[in-house]
């Protein structure tokens, strides 16, 4: 046993099993509804967003206009109180390019929150999707999931899993074991939940921007709950299980492909704020020669996280920073890329010319419908409905199969993952955001029509 071992308090077993259990309970397990299978953290941000829904669109344009309010003192006047607390000089301090993305979306949700100008920029399909739909579920989301990520992040569930899938994830997909928990997280709840997770461990040393990058491109996946949305819409729901294993199978390929070819190859293994790895997985000798020694080793490294909290009112600080953090960092980033993509898809062509090239590709595999299916292959970059909304009109079964799990599969969505990808501290650009989503589609598309054709 260690030195630190001994010098662990009685209590630190249950330090750790207690608030695990509870984030467990809060992010990992299913509860049947009438839509289907979600996650408590879920369930509670879906009642306070149907009680609050008629002011939501009003609050996140406040946030919104907050944000930009709060980059604008920053940078006109540096403020001592701001520039004094590291917490405030992140959430204001950006770049002459991230305070014009917030100026535009404050533009944008007071054009949408009081109907002003072209019905393009408000209306229910584009500005009133964002500011009426998204942003509400992502206010609600956002409190709870921030208020009790310390429960994942801080009690030793992520140094225990961590030290038990480290075999695994390591050789397989280029990432630490605790990157597990993260993709779990995604699947069970929300993509953006994961992103979020991603996020706090990449800022607290514990990722590189490599390996922060990859989970948040690959892992942060597209919930069952969305699945079973899509699926629903499409008249598909006799073919879920076939579905969400062709889903699943795509994704797997995808991770396993994705880190080792660019942009993701390329991104530095430094980390954040010039931080050291603040994560060491190596299995010390003393437990590789007993048995179970991996579990004891990881149940040990837990304790000892877990024991480092004794702070109540540290634990719902921190809670509350993290919302704080979401709230007004990513919420303008959503409403002005997610409202721009959407405007884009709904009223130009141009997502119709981007499909062209992949018609003769469709042809190819045998695909009905080619050409209508191409349209809805570079539509999902902008939000993750519109294939399915595109492709609600296409006869072929077999097509509308194929365009359900290829916009799960994609995971890149700028209205949603991809506007929180954005907005988060994760060293991803715009650019490496397309590049990823095509060479996702590229990757998952034969696999997904491969199986179709068995299917069908």
Known sequence: MSDHTNQLSPTATWKFLIPSIIGVGLFMTPVPTEEGFTIPVALLSGALEGMLIEVLPAIMTAIIILSFLGSLIHKGFRPHFMDKKLFLRNLFDVSPFWFIVRFVAVILAVMTLFELGPEAVHSADTGGLLLGDLLPLLFAIFLFAGLFLPLLLNFGLLEFFGSLLVKL??????LPGRSSVDSLTSWLGDGTIGVILTNKQYEEGFYS?????????????VSITFSLVIIEYLDLEHMFLPFYATVILAGVIAALIMPRIPPLSRKSDDYANGQTNQLDETLPESYSKQSFGLVKFGFEKAKQRADQNTNVGKFFKDGGKNVLDMWLGVAPVVMAFGTIAVIVAETTPVFTWLGMPFVPLLELMQVPEAAA?????????????????FASGIESEMTRFIIACLSVSQLIFLSEVGGVLL?????????DLVIIF???????????????????
């Open 438 to 456: 095509i060479e996702r589609t590229l990757i998952t598309l034969p696999i997904i029509v491969l199986v179709a054709h068995i299917i069908f």
């Open 209 to 221: 921007k490599r390996e922060a990058a990859v989970i948040g491109t690959t892992f942060s996946v």
């Open 169 to 174: 994830m390591r050789p397989v997909f280029t």
């Open 373 to 389: 299916a191409s349209e809805t292959i570079i539509v999902g970059f902008a939000d993750m409905f519109l294939p399915a909304l």
């Open 423 to 431: 907005g988060s501290k994760i060293p991803i650009n715009f650019f």
